[in-house]
Each structure stands twice: as C-alpha cells, then as structure tokens.
C-alpha cells in the first residue's frame, strides 16, 4: 500500500491515536524472529492484558495461603468476586448494574435464558432466527424447541438479501408483522458472526414486541465491539461470551442482561444456590428465593481463576472509554475498507460498509474462489498476520483499537494488493 500514499496517512493516524498507549498493556503473540505478528483476530480470541497473569496469580497465592478461608480473605474475597465485574459490564452492555451478572458461558446461559423466556403457547409457538446463526445458537434453539414439545416446524430461519448479502432490518419487520402471532421469541445477534453486519437492537426489539413475541440478543461479537444501550433498546435478555473482544482469556466467564421489568416477574426458570438471595443464601434453606435482577439467574458460584482476566480487561475499558474506542475502531476498518475497495474486482467484502453497521470485523471473499481465497489466507499467515479462515471461503480480519494500529492495517493492505497481484 505504499504505492497509495497509506503508509504516510497511517502513521500520522499513529502518532494522532490518544489509546495507542493502550497496545503496550497486551501481550502481543511474536514470529520466531521476536517480530509482532498483526493480530486481526480479537473477534475469535482477544489478546492477553499484561495485567491478566498478575491478577490469576494473586488468586492463586491467595488459595495457597488461605485455602478456604479465602473466599471472605483473600485480597478480592472470591465471595463477591463476580460483583466487581458487574458495573463494567453494565457499562459495556448499556444496563443498569442489577440488570448484568457474569456467570457461566454463552450456550449455558442461552439454555438458561431461554428457559425463561421461551414460553410457547397455542400458535404462538416459534423461535425466529437469523438464517445461518452460529451452530451453537442453533443447535441451542433447537433443542429447546424440542424440551417444550415442538419440533423444527416451529424454528423460523430469516437471511440476508441474496442480492446484498445483508440482512434488512425493514424486511425482518415485515415478516414479524406477517408470522407475527406464530412467533414466542426472537433471538437475534448483536453482530452476525460470519459477515460482521451490525444490527439495530433497538428496532428489532420494538418490532418483535409489537408482534407479541419476546426478544433476546447474543452479544458474542458486539459486547466490548460496538456501543451497546440494552436498556434502553428495550431487550429482553442478552447473553455473551468475554473471550472476543473482552479479552478475558479462552472459556472466561460469560455474561448475561435481564432487562429490570423481569426483575421481579414470576418467571419459570432453572435455579441454583448463587441464583438464591445473598443474603440468606447460607442459610442452606430448601426454597429458592431469587436475588433482584439478573443475578436471580446465577447458578453455581464463579470460576475465580478464569474470571480474574475479565477483571484486567475491564479495567481498560473504563480507560479508554467505548466511545472513543469505537471511534478508533472506525478510523481503524475505514482505512482497510480503502485497501479492499481498491481491489474490488478481485476481493468482494461481505461486511456493509455504512458506518453503523460494522464493529472492527471485515469478512472477505476472493472472486476467484474458495481455493484463492484459501491461499490468501495462507499468504496473510505466513506473513505474520493472524486472521481466520470460515468455511466455505471467507477470511475474517478485525483490527481491534485496544491493541492494534493504523500501520498494522497499511501493512495488512500492502499483503492483499501483493497477494492478490499475485494471482491475478
């Protein structure tokens, strides 16, 4: 790319960039050679925070020292421990603290929720999805179809628009409005995994509420990505993982949003001994009295030594501040937009390109196929860069503005123009 006066723009975007500092607070996977590698993968697996081995270790010294005694002792008593991560979460999230809780992992905590939430009746008996979810999310929906008695006639796949390859959020309001009183729930992604596509959380609910149905959002690819106000957007419940863009390390803890007006609903759900009120939890009574808002839906107490990285991670968030985060996070996929767009005729962008549609995930087909687009992703590795490959044919690359640069993506651009000259 510096053929196309990138390498000169990138830089002064560097020198420019008030979070740059924030890279050196990760550790960055090297070549044999101890050079970085450009990691454009944070939307599978986010970089370690440095202070992620300080924290598991004070853990571990505290277990070593205190044994059981640790979980009032320790330095952060592991009794409240997924308490501290609430606020940041909220933040993240859009919520009120008593709306999120960490708990668990994404599936688990779709079972969880759907649980609840989930509750057909006469007609209204289907689940819609997006056409092309993530096969743990589908796999999830369906077995919960199944546990209520239905079967997959009651599983409504909606996709994108074969000419655009984008979901339109008006035709996902026309079908609400048609199949409305057959559909008891809508679960819907915050970022579709596969194209990057952002969705309006906001409309999607207010439509689904208007037909009557429930509606519930996985956050995977948009929590720690892309501003979120669950709140006021008016959601259901939410569930995510932290190990993407929350940098909490692989399998951390997830998270889930119940939005206040359940809080103190009569809703069916499974229940476990940190679900139970605090305050009377360690009376070890035999009923169940729930916590207020979503901590009502824990189930068994946190995992300390993969929740403590969640904890770093936070910490720099509130730092950055998601605005001005995201506000990088566009500069940052503007300018690969311009590299990708300057080979249009070789390498066609699943990912829509109107600003509040995208987070930092771009997915890229090359035209000539899947065998090409195998051997870009190959060529983009061997160079350094770690990005990941999606079957059938689509390379996904997110540069992430906690940890990654405006030269990163120049040199990301200066690869596709090589690579793809290559095969031209």
């Given at each position: 790319m510096r053929y196309l006066g990138y390498e000169a723009r990138a830089r002064q975007l560097d020198e420019a960039d008030a979070l740059a500092p924030l890279r050196e607070r990760f550790a960055l996977p090297r070549m044999p050679d101890g050079t970085p590698r450009i990691y454009f993968c944070g939307h599978s697996l986010g970089l370690a925070p440095r202070d992620a081995r300080r924290l598991v270790s004070e853990e571990l010294d505290d277990w070593e020292a205190l044994g059981v005694t640790g979980h009032h002792a320790a330095r952060r008593p592991w009794i409240d421990y997924a308490e501290a991560l609430r606020p940041g979460l909220a933040r993240l999230a859009g919520a009120q603290v008593d709306e999120v809780a960490a708990m668990n992992s994404l599936t688990v905590n779709l079972h969880l929720l759907m649980a609840s939430f989930y509750r057909p009746r006469g007609r209204r008996r289907c689940i819609l999805i997006e056409r092309g979810a993530f096969p743990s999310d589908r796999h999830a929906v369906v077995s919960q179809l199944g546990l209520h008695g239905q079967d997959e006639s009651a599983l409504i796949e909606f996709g994108p628009n074969p000419a655009t390859g984008i979901v339109e959020e008006a035709a996902l309001e026309h079908l609400l409005r048609q199949r409305g009183e057959e559909i008891a729930l809508v679960l819907w992604p915050g970022v579709q995994y596969l194209s990057g596509q952002a969705f309006d959380l906001a409309r999607i609910a207010a439509a689904a509420h208007a037909a009557g149905a429930l509606c519930g959002f996985d956050l995977a690819h948009a929590i720690g990505n892309v501003p979120l106000a669950l709140h006021d957007a008016g959601a259901d419940f939410a569930a995510w993982c932290s190990y993407k863009y929350l940098n909490a390390g692989p399998g951390a803890i997830g998270g889930i949003f119940v939005h206040q007006r359940h809080a103190r609903a009569e809703l069916p759900g499974l229940a476990g001994w940190w679900g139970h009120d605090p305050a009377?939890?360690?009376?070890?009574?035999?009923?169940?009295?729930?916590?207020?808002?979503?901590?009502?839906?824990?189930?068994?107490?946190?995992?300390?030594?993969?929740?403590?990285?969640?904890?770093?991670?936070?910490?720099?968030?509130?730092?950055?501040?998601?605005?001005?985060?995201?506000?990088?996070?566009?500069?940052?996929?503007?300018?690969?937009?311009?590299?990708?767009?300057?080979?249009?005729?070789?390498?066609?962008?699943?990912?829509?390109?109107?600003?509040?549609?995208?987070?930092?995930?771009?997915?890229?087909?090359?035209?000539?196929?899947?065998?090409?687009?195998?051997?870009?992703?190959?060529?983009?590795?061997?160079?350094?860069?770690?990005?990941?490959?999606?079957?059938?044919?689509?390379?996904?690359?997110?540069?992430?503005?906690?940890?990654?640069t405006f030269a990163e993506v120049a040199q990301v651009g200066e690869l596709l123009h090589e690579a793809l000259g290559r095969q031209a």
């Open positions: 009377t939890r360690f009376n070890m009574a035999p009923q169940f009295v729930p916590a207020a808002g979503a901590a009502g839906w824990q189930v068994s107490n946190p995992p300390i030594l993969s929740t403590a990285p969640l904890l770093a991670s936070l910490a720099l968030f509130d730092e950055a501040g998601m605005a001005r985060l995201h506000a990088k996070s566009q500069a940052l996929t503007a300018l690969l937009f311009e590299a990708v767009d300057a080979l249009d005729t070789r390498l066609a962008c699943l990912t829509p390109r109107d600003a509040r549609r995208h987070g930092c995930q771009l997915s890229l087909r090359v035209r000539a196929g899947r065998e090409a687009g195998r051997q870009l992703f190959e060529t983009l590795t061997a160079a350094g860069v770690v990005a990941d490959w999606r079957e059938p044919d689509i390379v996904r690359l997110a540069p992430v503005p906690l940890y990654n």
